[in-house]
């Protein structure tokens, strides 16, 4: 039961993130330090401009874009775009803005933070 709540909470997180995708901004970010996937789950106040190296393990496609999930070794972190999603089993360098979506059900909060994408390229 637990495991289909994650789930769920991730599909949530993932709508309420296409819902709100025509809506950003985009910026061309400094390039920085690199930020674990750990880190950014962390965070619970959007606007935090972050920049992850990692793999990507899944893909939820959708009209106008999509999401993915990008996977480092803390952990993972879904990345919404509206570009082309990239092919699982890549390696990216992403850049963007963090988000924050609340989630609440039955008494709990099953929200979580997300990437708003506004750069990627190819890993080494």
Known sequence: MLHRRGYLAGVSVIAIAAASLGACEHWRPTRGVLMSAAAVQAQQVAGAEVELMGTVDRQAPFLGGG???LTDESGQVWIVTPETLPTVGDRLVV???VDYR???ADGQEWGGAFVRETERERGS
Do not use: C, E, L
């Open 67 to 69: 999401a993915y999930q």
């Open 95 to 97: 850049r963007g803005t």
């Open 102 to 104: 609340s989630v609440p």
